[in-house]
């Protein structure tokens, strides 16, 4: 079994970052591998030693035209048995439509429960033998688009439980934030784009601040929003409250001393860092969309609010800030949950499982009907 797999990632979080984990895992398992990525993706250099080769190629997005000539070119030299693209910015398009005109079958991760227009789903999807989704919220949104339900397989995404444990060094992350003893910490991971609801999280701040005025914001992250939003708490004086650290790579140091993480998405497929906050044992209060509830378990784990609803939001954080005792069995109830349902190892085999069905049910060449 020969594979090559496409992710368009730049960083090494995210979608990307499940794709180092399931490459590190199918090392134990027979099958060469191949990895094209961008060519300035951090990615390769993770990858290095995992896979046989890696092609690091020019990269331009959706109206990347000549990106199924490239990834042609790689696919007639490497003869592949099977294509797994992992991402979006132009592979789902540009490399389903190569795999397809090389006669290769192919299969898609898909990690983001936005639904797409009519007219593009069926031509999109026919690429594909499998489309394998990370949260069951996903692949309800492919359902409704129309594809038959045995060409849509769940394989939730996975969290390192080993590296995200509930080990915490308050007294280092104290030191690291300037924060009072007294501060009580709300943490946000997510990019500062629309659909992670940061807007939300600073409407819901005046209720949350008159409830506790001591309480410390960090919002994690780097997107094209970051400036405005740090414009807004500026103008509202909230420039003491709320910190703006950026993109963190120590983010396992850091999760398990906040005393609960906010997500307010209004679109997410399923969450990486609910995942992370989870297997740190922090409770979550996040927006019941999306994949979000199959990690965030409305109370056992933390408390799920309807999406766009910034009062709801504000109560649910005065909640667990008012109670920590909740709050610490929640964290504990969200660990449980992590190493149960989101392992590394479940997400491999999944996605294994999905190659011997694939190659199994049509050869090493076929071309989709």
């Known amino acids: 079994m020969k594979i090559v797999h496409i992710e368009s990632g730049r960083h090494l979080y995210g979608g990307a970052l ?12 027979p099958g060469r591998h191949v990895l094209i990525c961008p060519e300035d993706g951090a990615i390769a250099a993770a990858t290095d030693g995992l896979v046989e080769k890696q092609y690091a190629i020019p990269w331009h997005g959706d109206l990347d035209f000549g ?11 490497e003869r592949p048995d099977l294509v797994h693209i992992h991402s979006r910015r132009g592979a789902d398009i540009w490399g389903g439509w190569a795999a397809w005109r090389e006669g290769i079958p192919a299969i898609l991760s898909r990690r983001v429960d936005n639904p797409e227009p009519r007219w593009l789903a069926p031509w999109k999807y026919r690429l594909y033998q499998r489309v394998v989704t990370i949260s069951q919220g996903i692949r309800g949104v492919l359902l409704a688009e129309g594809l038959p339900p045995e060409r849509v397989t769940c ?9 995200y444990r509930p080990a915490a060094d308050r007294a280092w992350f104290r030191r690291e934030f300037a924060l009072a003893e007294e501060e009580p910490a709300v943490g946000m991971i997510a990019q500062f784009i629309e659909r992670k609801g940061h807007r939300l999280l600073l409407e819901a701040m005046p209720a949350i601040l008159r409830s506790h005025p001591r309480v410390r914001f960090l919002l994690f992250g780097a997107g094209a929003l970051r400036d ?3 414009r807004l708490c500026a103008q509202r004086g909230w420039q003491e409250r709320i910190l703006f650290p950026g993109f963190r790579k120590d983010l396992e140091r850091i999760i398990p001393c906040l005393n609960l993480v906010a997500h307010p998405a209004t679109l997410e497929g399923l969450g990486v860092a609910l995942l992370q906050a989870a297997a740190c044992a922090v409770p979550i209060v996040a927006s019941r969309t999306g994949g979000i509830p199959e990690i965030v378990h409305d109370e056992v784990n933390g408390l ?38 989101f392992s590394i190892a479940a997400m491999v085999e999944g996605n294994y499982r999905v190659y011997r069905e694939v190659l199994e049910a049509g050869g090493s060449k076929r071309r989709p009907r």
């Open 18 to 29: 499940q794709v180092l984990f399931l490459l590190q895992g199918l090392r134990e398992r």
């Open 67 to 77: 990106l199924s000539r490239r990834l042609r070119a790689i696919l007639r030299q």
């Open 155 to 163: 394989v939730p995404s996975a969290v390192d439980v080993e590296r």
């Open 228 to 230: 405005e939003m740090e």
């Open 304 to 341: 799920l609010v309807p999406p766009g609803d910034s009062p709801a939001l504000a109560r649910a954080v005065i909640r667990l800030l008012d109670d920590p005792v909740q709050s610490v069995a929640f964290g504990q109830a969200g660990r449980r949950i992590a190493v149960r349902d």
